[in-house]
């Protein structure tokens, strides 16, 4: 009894640990393409939120060429995992990763800019392209609620038009 004491106590506090949900991709380059693409969205948030617009202008043209391959490399994934609907998802991701850094945003009210507008400053700062990927990653920008290498949430339907054989009674 003595000896399965302390093993119930670790398997308890093991128990109690809270449990990550973000997901994380199959390889370590789409992984980090969504940690890039998660930082290029909350730059585009906090330019729009917090009127950062030379801000924003100044880290597109010094990692342009870097975001660029990025988004190559994202259209690339949805392309492979979702074929013809890959535009649809592609951008059912970026707008669901918006409006979830958005939320962050709104939920810290008048904290939001002071805070995180200092991403500018770093990612400025940092000694060049080779690091931003390390930078991204470290940020840890990818919203848990919808993690990378994930779907999108469902989109909501779109209403499907009725016609007018599908009003009709049928007859037996």
């Known amino acids: 009894m003595r000896r399965v004491l302390p093993w119930l106590a670790v398997a308890g506090l093991l128990a109690s640990q809270p449990v990550h949900a973000q997901s994380v991709c199959a390889s370590p380059t789409d992984q980090q393409t969504f940690e890039l693409q998660a930082l290029k969205s909350m730059m585009m ?58 939320d962050v ?42 993690g990378a290498c994930a779907p999108a949430p469902p989109m909501p339907a779109r209403p499907v038009a009725r016609t007018r054989a599908s009003h009709a009674a049928v007859k037996h």
């Open 45 to 102: 948030v906090l330019a729009t939120s917090c009127h950062a617009d030379s801000e924003y202008n100044a880290f597109v043209n010094r990692y342009k060429p870097e975001l660029g391959a990025n988004e190559q490399s994202f259209d690339e994934y949805f392309r492979k995992r979702y074929g013809r609907q890959a535009q649809r998802e592609h951008d059912a991701y970026i707008t669901a990763l918006a409006n979830a850094q958005s």
């Open 105 to 146: 945003g709104m939920h810290l009210g008048g904290d939001f800019c002071p805070r995180d507008k200092a991403l500018f400053t770093e990612v400025l700062a940092l000694r060049g392209p080779a690091d931003l990927a390390p930078y991204a990653a470290g940020k840890d920008l990818v919203p848990e609620s919808l």
